[in-house]
């Protein structure tokens, strides 16, 4: 597993057209500042400050800033072990 804290800014246009990413493992975020947009296949979750989402990394994602001020978050990410 690999911890992170992470700072997302408000978005520009070419942030908010990226495509979503599927790899294998595990992630867990946890909003400590901010908002986010958590966009798992067809559902959208709207994360605030105390909120937090642990998803499959194998169903396509996207991690979009939403607000007016930067987001803090801290990701946990887990990949599977290479043979």
Known sequence: MEPFIITINPPSDATEMEK??????EEF???LEGELEIQLQDE???LQP??????????????????KGPARVLAVIHLPAKA
Do not use: E
Not at 20 to 25: E, F, N, R
Not at 50 to 67: A, K
């Open 20 to 25: 979503a990413s599927a790899h294998d493992g």
């Open 29 to 31: 975020v946890y909003v």
């Open 44 to 46: 959208n979750f709207l």
């Open 50 to 67: 105390g909120d937090s989402l642990y998803y499959d990394s194998s169903v396509p994602h996207r991690v979009l800033h939403r607000g």
